[in-house]
């Protein structure tokens, strides 16, 4: 049973430019939420995704956005990347209970520096 | 809105001993789950142990154990007999019940176990 999925690994990118980080959420699972990880800090939401909507939205601007597929794999994009973009965006699938979002899986991550 | 705080950044166990990681969190919600995320430098966020807030009985997995004091807002981390596997960042989160909700997570605690 594959687990989450991400890709890249590493990617490097410049300011300004944009950048398309990719996730498989877990067997099963319908529901994917991305976090990005500054160095030396928690987690952060940016959004979640279930039936190819956003349903949530943390604390990010418009710069960041998303997309989920008929498959339930799912983008993060990132516009005008700024030198603070720099981290490791996780992402996690979960699968939807009649009690909420129980248990989140998560993926390896994908580390974006931007010079 | 929530808040978890971790207050100690570093920590250090010799081998076999026994070390508490501490969180608090603030919250109005009655109803939540709390989580230890263990996330060794491979990057994998790994599950440790949940604790359902309704249930009194603290959550036990193996030599991982909690103890969730709900009135006082406290979560802490017990790991006995400590290994040298457990050396990682160890992250408290929590999470609403209620609909689809997102994990928020501390700034982490990185133990280092030693031989």
């Known amino acids: 049973d594959a687990g989450v999925t991400q890709s890249p690994t590493h990617l490097i990118k410049t300011r300004g430019q944009q950048v398309t980080l990719r996730c498989s959420p877990k067997?099963?699972?319908?529901?994917v939420s991305w976090y990005q990880q500054a160095l030396g800090q928690g987690p952060q939401f940016i959004f979640q995704?279930?039936?190819?909507?956003?349903?949530q939205r943390g604390n990010f601007p418009d710069r960041f956005s998303g997309h989920q597929f008929p498959n339930y794999s799912s983008e993060l994009n990132v516009n005008a990347l700024l030198l603070g973009d720099s981290a490791l965006y996780l992402c996690?699938?979960?699968?939807?209970?009649?009690?909420?979002?129980?248990?989140?899986?998560f993926g390896p991550g994908t580390r974006l520096t931007v010079t | 809105a929530q808040t978890v705080t971790q207050s100690q950044p570093e920590m250090s166990v010799q081998e076999a001993e026994t070390v508490t990681l501490s969180c608090t969190y603030d919250?109005?919600?009655?109803?939540?789950?709390l989580f230890w995320y263990k996330q060794p430098p491979s990057r994998q966020m790994i599950l440790v142990i949940r604790?359902?807030?309704?249930?009194?009985q603290n959550a036990t997995e193996n030599r991982f154990s909690v103890n969730f004091q709900k009135a006082a807002k406290s979560f802490s981390l017990k790991i006995s007999d400590s290994q040298l596997g457990d050396t990682a960042m160890y992250f408290c989160?929590?999470?609403?019940?209620?609909?689809?909700?997102?994990?928020?997570f501390g700034k982490g605690t990185r133990l280092s176990v030693i031989a």
């Open positions: 996690a699938s979960s699968l939807v209970s009649g009690r909420g979002l129980y248990e989140q899986y």
């Open positions: 067997s099963g699972h319908d529901t």
């Open positions: 995704y279930y039936e190819e909507e956003e349903r």
């Open positions: 919250t109005s919600e009655n109803n939540y789950y």
């Open positions: 604790q359902e807030a309704y249930k009194q």
């Open positions: 989160a929590f999470m609403r019940v209620s609909g689809n909700t997102p994990l928020v």
